[in-house]
C-alpha cells in the first residue's frame, strides 16, 4: 500500500459564530512569528486537537474556553478533507465532522458531513480509523493489542511547548506503556512488518477462541461430573451396563409374570403389616427429630442474644474503664443533695468511700474491670463453643431428618401399590414398571451424556488445531521481527547521522555535540529517550536542540525513504525550551538548510526569535504578532 503525506491548506477558529482566525498554509517551511504569549503555542495545540489530540482540562489556555470550534482543511495524497471539531475543555472526547471537499464548499453543505467518533465500534468507524485508511496506514496494534489513534500518532509528529525535552513524545499526562511507546515508533518509521499487524490480531482471536474453548469444557465436564482422564470408551461401557441391566429387568419381569399366582401371594397381609408399621416407626421418628431441630433453633437464638448481651456488656465495660482512666477516682468535698461539707475522718484504718462513708474495696477499680472483662470473654468464648456445637448438631439433625423422610415417601409408595393390588401379577407389574421406568431414565441420561463428550471431544479437536495456529502464527511473528532487524539498524542509523550532524552545526554552546558524530548513541521509543554519549539529559537549552535536530532528521528519513509512514509533516514548537537568540537562530538555519533541496513536506514551527531568513512572508504565516497584539482575542 503506498502512504500519503499530509498537508494543511487553510486553518480557522470561530468564536460566537464569527470567525476569528483564518490563515492559509503552504508547503515546505510555515512560521508563525510573535513575541512570547501571543498564542503562538496556543495556535499549534489547537492545530494537534484538530487532527485527533487530546488536550486535557489543564492545558487549555484563555480565551480558548470562549470559543466554539476548529476547522481545518487538509490534504490528504490527492483528496482534499475538512474537519470540524467543538472546543471542548473538560477532557471530553468530541466527535470530529469530516466533509470530503475544501473549506468553503464545507461551509456551505452542513448535511455532508461525517460525524466520527473518538473510539471505534462493530458498527462505526472512528476518527483515527477513516484517517488511518486515507493515509494508507491501514490500522496498527501494540503487543498487548491496543489499537494506535491519532492522538498517539501526533505524540511523534508535534514538538509542543509542554513536552519534556529530555523525551522523543510529547509527554502524556495518564499512564503510559512501553509497548505503546514502542508501537508508535515503530509503525511511524515503517520498522514493523505490514503483516504483523493482521497477524497479531489473528494471534489474539485465536487466544480468545482457546480461552473460551477451555471455559467450555470445563463447564461440560462439571455437568457430566467427569474429569479429564475420563474417555468415550468410559461412556459407552456405562451405556451397555444399563443396557444390559434394562434388558435383564426385562426377562426377568417376563419370568416372575408367567411364575405368578392369579391370587394374593403367602405373607402379603404379613407385609401390608410391617410396611405400616415401619411407616408409624418412621413417622415417630420424624416427629422427634423435628422437635429436636425446633429446639436446637431455640437454642441457637437464646445463644446469639446472649452473644449480643456480651457483647454491649462488654463495650460498656471498656467504656467504663476508658472513662475511669481518663477523670480517676471521683472525690465529693460536698454533698451533692444538700451542698454540706463532708468532712474526712482522719483516724480511720480502713479506705471509705469520701460520700457514703462505706468501705472501699483493697484492690484498685482498674483491677476489677480487668477482671470482670476476662470473665466476660471467656462467657462469650463458651458461648460461641455453644453455638459452633448446636450449629453442628442442627446440620446432622436436619441430614438424618431428609433420610427418614425420604424413607417414609418411599414406604408409602409402596403400602398404595400394595393396597390397590388384588393379585400377585398386579403388584409384579407395578414394581417392575417403577424399575424399568427408572432404568431408562438412566440409559436416557447416559446417551445424552455421550452426545455432551462427544461435543467434548470435538471442541477438544478444534482446540487443538487452533493451538497449532497459534504456534505457527507466533513463529510467524519471530521470523519477520528478526527480518525487521536489518531495517531497524539502517533506518535509526540514518536518523541518528543526520540528527548529530545537525548537533556539530550548533553555535558550540555544549562541548560534546561539537563531536557528536563520533559518539555512540541509541534511540530507545520504549524508554521515551534519545542517549547521545551514554547521556540523556544536558543543559535545558541544549535538550531543546537535541530533540528539535531528533525530529527534523525523523522528518528528513521520511521524505527519502518510501516505507515510512511518517506523512512528511511536523509540528515544531522552538518556543519549548529558554533558546538565546544566536542559538534559536542557529537551530532554524539548520532546518532550512536541511530541506533546501526538499519540496514534497510540512513543517509548522513557532517563534519569537525568528532568523531572518524566515522572517519573511514567503515562509511566514501571518504578520509578525507584537507585545498584547494577540492571535486569538
Known amino acids: 500500500m503506498t502512504y500519503q503525506r499530509l498537508k494543511i491548506n487553510r486553518f480557522v477558529a470561530i468564536r460566537n459564530n464569527r470567525i476569528m482566525y483564518d490563515q ?18 496556543t495556535l499549534l495545540d489547537l492545530i494537534f486537537y484538530s487532527l485527533g489530540g487530546e488536550l486535557k482540562e489543564k492545558e487549555w489556555k484563555s480565551p480558548l474556553t470562549q470559543y466554539e470550534k476548529v476547522i481545518i482543511e487538509v490534504t490528504i495524497g490527492t483528496r482534499t478533507l475538512t474537519l470540524s471539531r467543538q472546543i471542548e475543555t473538560n477532557n471530553k472526547k468530541p466527535y470530529i465532522n469530516v466533509f470530503e471537499g475544501n473549506l468553503d464548499d464545507a461551509l456551505l453543505n452542513h448535511n455532508k458531513w461525517l460525524p466520527l467518533g473518538p473510539s471505534r465500534s462493530e458498527n462505526k468507524m472512528s476518527f483515527s480509523e477513516f484517517l ?11 503487543s498487548e493489542h491496543n489499537n494506535l489513534t491519532m492522538h498517539q500518532i501526533l505524540r511523534l509528529l508535534y514538538l509542543s511547548q509542554t513536552s519534556n525535552s529530555t523525551n522523543i513524545l510529547r509527554s502524556e499526562p495518564h499512564l503510559d506503556k512501553e509497548s505503546t511507546r514502542q508501537a508508535i515508533g515503530d509503525f511511524l518509521l515503517g520498522l514493523d512488518d505490514l503483516s504483523l499487524y493482521e497477524i497479531r490480531q489473528n494471534i489474539w482471536k485465536l487466544r480468545r477462541s482457546i480461552e473460551q474453548k477451555n471455559s467450555d469444557i470445563k463447564s461440560y465436564r462439571r455437568l457430566l461430573n467427569i474429569d479429564e482422564s475420563t474417555t468415550i470408551e468410559n461412556i459407552q461401557e456405562n451405556i451397555k451396563i444399563i443396557h444390559d441391566k434394562l434388558s435383564l429387568s426385562i426377562l426377568e419381569k417376563k419370568d416372575k409374570l408367567n411364575e405368578a399366582s392369579p391370587y394374593m401371594p403367602n405373607g402379603f397381609s404379613e407385609k401390608i403389616m410391617n410396611t405400616s408399621k415401619n411407616i408409624a416407626e418412621l413417622t415417630k421418628d420424624i416427629k422427634y427429630l423435628s422437635e429436636k431441630e425446633q429446639y436446637i433453633n431455640s437454642e441457637i437464638t437464646d445463644c446469639m442474644l446472649f452473644s449480643k448481651s456480651l457483647q454491649f456488656r462488654i463495650k460498656s465495660l471498656n467504656e467504663s474503664k476508658n472513662t475511669f482512666v481518663v477523670l480517676g477516682e471521683m472525690s465529693f468535698n460536698y454533698c451533692p443533695s444538700c451542698f454540706s461539707t463532708i468532712s474526712e475522718n482522719e483516724n480511720a484504718t480502713t479506705c471509705k468511700c469520701s460520700l457514703c462513708k462505706s468501705d472501699l474495696p483493697k484492690y484498685s477499680l482498674e483491677e476489677k474491670y480487668t477482671e470482670t472483662l476476662t470473665e466476660l470473654k471467656y462467657q462469650q468464648r463458651q458461648n460461641q463453643k455453644t453455638i459452633t456445637s448446636l450449629n453442628s448438631n442442627l446440620l446432622d439433625t436436619k441430614e438424618v431428618l431428609i433420610i427418614k423422610q425420604n424413607e417414609l415417601r418411599n414406604l408409602e409408595f409402596i403400602l398404595r401399590d400394595y393396597s390397590t393390588s388384588t393379585n400377585e401379577r398386579e403388584i409384579i407389574i407395578e414394581e417392575y414398571s417403577k424399575k424399568l421406568s427408572l432404568i431408562e431414565k438412566n440409559l436416557e441420561d447416559a446417551i445424552s451424556s455421550q452426545e455432551t463428550f462427544l461435543k467434548i471431544d470435538n471442541i477438544i479437536q478444534e482446540k487443538k488445531l487452533e493451538e497449532t495456529e497459534l504456534i505457527k502464527l507466533e513463529k510467524e511473528i519471530e521470523l519477520k521481527e528478526e527480518n525487521s532487524k536489518e531495517r531497524r539498524f539502517s533506518v535509526l542509523n540514518s536518523i541518528s547521522k543526520y540528527s548529530k550532524r545537525l548537533l556539530e552545526l550548533d553555535i558550540g554552546s555544549e562541548e560534546s555535540f561539537k563531536h557528536a558524530t563520533s559518539l555512540s548513541d541509541e534511540i530507545n521509543f520504549s524508554k521515551d529517550e534519545w542517549s547521545l554519549g551514554g547521556r540523556v539529559a544536558f543543559s535545558d537549552s541544549s535538550n531543546v536542540v537535541k530533540k528539535s535536530s531528533l525530529q527534523i532528521a525523523m522528518l528528513k528519513h521520511a521524505i527519502k525513504d518510501p516505507q515510512c509512514r511518517l506523512p512528511n509533516f511536523m509540528i515544531l514548537d522552538f518556543e519549548c525550551g529558554d533558546l538565546n537568540a544566536p542559538r534559536s537562530h542557529r ?29 519573511n512572508n514567503t515562509y511566514g504565516i501571518g504578520k509578525y504578532y507584537d507585545t498584547n497584539d494577540y492571535i486569538f482575542k
Open 587 to 615: 537551530l532554524q538555519q539548520n532546518l532550512l538548510n536541511t530541506f533546501t533541496n526538499d519540496t514534497n513536506f510540512q513543517v509548522i514551527i513557532t517563534s519569537s526569535k525568528v532568523c531572518k531568513e524566515l522572517n
Open 132 to 142: 488511518f485508511e486515507a493515509l494508507g496506514w491501514g490500522q496498527s496494534i501494540t
Open 24 to 41: 492559509l498554509f503552504h508547503d515546505g517551511i510555515n512560521v508563525i512569528r510573535g513575541e512570547h504569549s501571543v498564542g503562538k503555542s
